[in-house]
């Protein structure tokens, strides 16, 4: 086990909105989104499909402003990255902080090789000369577990399998030696083995470069194995969030019970998995009160008219929740 020394924040969002559409329809896909990520740290992003986590990592690089509207501070060595003009946010994409996409096969080029979209990067983003380049793109699909990773630099994306292009998208991600890497679900389209090989080298990266990181996942075993801090999202918001062994230990909100329940480790064997009862709202005619009540076990009649409030203060624990979840292990009827 290590022991981390507390740093100040590499990275403080707060107060972060990004609302899509246009004339009457008003899409409010994340509100008021706020935590904080140090060096080395990793901080985990959990939550239902469509509870904002990709709009979230989108907003923090200015690319959600492209089709919506996106408030808030997102403060990045002592600037507001939300303030910041599109050409400054170039250089920081891909350089200072990095991002690896939801989606390996629309992220990179099927046109150019792997280590021309590698140099590109460090072209853009370094000073290095081009031998340098070549020497780092080589280190860098060595590092990322590529071997024969000289010759294959001349080769196309769909000369690699799933798991290899996933790990070129993290050498191209990491190539300019980013000091945060937003990390979009990068295993879930791999099968398990590579999936933990991937997260693996992740954490061991993260660990080398002193590098913070924020991981979105909907899987709450890959948080507990990988992230220091965890947020948990619905509708938008974030309902959860704490250091991963509080939150995943002592549950407090009925959402993150419910998640918790979902997990197959969680369970006896040949127990049917639990599945939180409805679907998420839709962020077109969200409740009234708490986003969740529909769906919550635990709900009364305050839940339907107002909504609770998380009490934000960096790295604490926080709730949003009226009827927060407190027996041990949280078993939420
Ligand atoms: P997830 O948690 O699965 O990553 P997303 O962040 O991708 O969820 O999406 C959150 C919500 O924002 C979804 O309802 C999605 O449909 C909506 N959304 C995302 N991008 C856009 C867009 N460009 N225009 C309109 N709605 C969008
Ligand atoms: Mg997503």
Redesign the pocket.
């Known amino acids: 086990m290590t022991l981390k020394t507390v740093h100040t924040p590499l990275l403080s969002v707060d107060g972060l909105c990004t609302t ?2 246009s004339g009457d329809v008003s ?1 409010p ?2 509100r008021d989104v706020g935590f904080s990520v140090s060096k080395g740290e990793i901080l985990g992003l959990v ?10 990592l989108r907003s923090i690089l200015g690319l ?1 402003r492209r ?2 509207d996106t408030t808030g501070s997102v403060l990045w060595k002592g600037e507001n990255l939300v303030s910041k003009n599109e050409a400054d946010m170039r250089r920081i994409r891909g350089g200072e902080i990095a991002m690896i996409f ?1 989606e390996p096969m629309t992220s990179l080029n099927p046109l150019l090789t792997v280590g021309v979209q590698i140099d590109e990067t460090l072209k853009s983003h370094t000073g290095l000369t081009a031998t340098e380049r070549k020497a780092r793109a080589i280190e860098m699909l060595d590092l990322v577990g590529i071997p024969a990773a000289r010759s294959r630099l001349g080769e196309y994306p769909h000369q690699f399998s799933g798991g290899m292009r996933q790990r070129v998208m993290i050498a191209i991600a990491l190539a300019a030696r980013p000091k945060l890497l937003l990390a ?1 679900e990068p295993t879930t389209a791999l099968d398990v083995t590579i999936q933990a090989q991937i997260l693996d080298l992740i954490l061991s990266l993260a660990q080398d470069f002193d590098m913070g990181v924020i991981l ?1 996942t909907h899987d709450l075993g890959v948080v507990a194995q990988t992230c220091d801090q965890v947020a948990v ?1 619905y509708a ?1 918001r974030i309902v959860e969030q704490g250091a991963v062994r509080e939150v995943l230990r002592t549950p407090q909100h009925p959402y993150t019970v419910g998640l918790m329940r979902s997990v197959p480790e969680n369970v006896p064997p040949r127990t049917p998995l639990y599945s939180i009862p409805g679907t998420p709202p839709s ?1 077109l005619s969200l409740p009234a009160g708490c986003a969740f009540a529909p769906r919550c076990p635990q709900r009364t009649d305050l839940c339907a008219q107002s909504r609770p409030l998380l009490a934000t203060e960096t790295g604490q624990r926080a709730v949003a929740c009226f009827n927060q979840v407190k027996n041990r292990g949280g078993a939420a009827a």
């Open positions: 899509f559409g899409i896909a994340v939550g239902e499909s469509g509870s904002g986590k990709s709009v979230t959600s089709y919506g939801q979009d979105v999202m938008g962020l």
